[in-house]
DNA sequence: TACTTGACAAAACAAGTGTTCGGAAGCTAT
DNA sequence: ATAGCTTCCGAACACTTGTTTTGTCAAGTA
């Protein structure tokens, strides 16, 4: 059985044809892996790339010219790869989510969405905004954590959503359960106690979809 | 001076392309583009070329095979919006983290990290893992969430790290203090009791410089 | 009308480019 | 050592592909 894992020469090559695609955005030729990595013969070239193509590491389209493709790194996937969302500002406890249809879209700061936390196919009617303040800690949710949030005012039961309770003019985000009339707000951390309140007092804002923390 | 806009037959050889390069990941060449918009010649196609080229549209790479790229399709434009990272796999309670000097960054997986939560320039050095298990809850890092981590063997008070605890044969990721002879690992949560142990026993792999968690 | 220009056609040309093949060199297990 | 395998080499081959050349034709334009 053939290894898993690339010669260096076999490596080398893999990260020049990376490289070469991201700097042109068109896959080299194998005499340009032949000449700028020194390699005595278009054969060995050939032959390297037919092992790589095994292993998975690149897409070659048979005959015809520059036809290497990366997986995940092709000009095609890559704008599969990662989507945008706009960030509508902060939430804090105690102030309700603005009304998504009412946000100016075109004006609002952008942020990257890597396809590992939302694939892009599902991106619609996504929005992010950053969290102030610890009163979600016990959904797993830090001060400065910026969440994803899909607009929906309806919740299916043990969805995370960020809900509004309007007698005590707080968002918080919970575990969303409806229980015979009333509804409970279950916290991500076990250890925390849940609320329970009455439908009426309850508004749905979105649901939680993910969150990007930075710590740098 | 030649207008601004596509002829016909140009907007249908620029769609052409740009579906091509989307669906194979590489450009066409002439005669592809020849043979499937039923164009009689290749010249009439090189000639349209370099209509759309004037135009902006498209940028060739002259005289090489398949050189055609669209501008914004390129990866290039997208390279300092966002940044990869290595996906060195699963971390657990109990497995070591692997010595990054022994991983072959170019083989490993990569997940694309925004600038949101790690800039690309601080990218040098850090890795990313999968979390299973709840072992980290309390440091609000949950079952399925990435970490972001930063080679580094120590540590400043108050980062939060990834330790190794030898005894206990697990990691586990805390802030890190140093304490008159002991280090205390606290966890994020402050209704959460720290641990405390001797340096000995203690061996960083790395700081938690970013989280990402999918919901969906 | 005569002249230009844009758009197209057909064919030939010249590189660009992937593949093949005999053979050699190095490595591993028997 | 011997056999078998991987890796590499050099050169030739054949296909792919961009370019160029020479015309044609219709629509403007002076």
Redesign the interface.
Known sequence: MRRR??SDRQ?DI??YIVDF???????P?IRDIQHDLNISSTSVVSYNLEVLEKLG?I?R?DK???????P????????Q??GRVPLLGTITAGSPLPDPEEIDLSRADQ?????????PS?LNGVYAMKVRGQSM?DA???DGD?VLLRWQETAENGQ?VAAWLIDENAVTLKKFYREDGRIRLQP??S?MQPIYTSPNNVRIQGR?????????
């Open positions: 894992e690339m490596a893999y990260q695609i991201r700097e042109r955005g068109i896959s030729s590491k897409v389209n015809i010219s520059r036809g290497i493709s990366i995940g790194l092709s000009p095609a996937l890559l704008s790869e990662i942020i990257v969405v890597p396809a590992d936390v939302v694939p599902r800690i797993l949710i830090d910026i995370m991500a951390n250890t939680v979809i993910g969150v990007l923390r930075s710590l740098v």
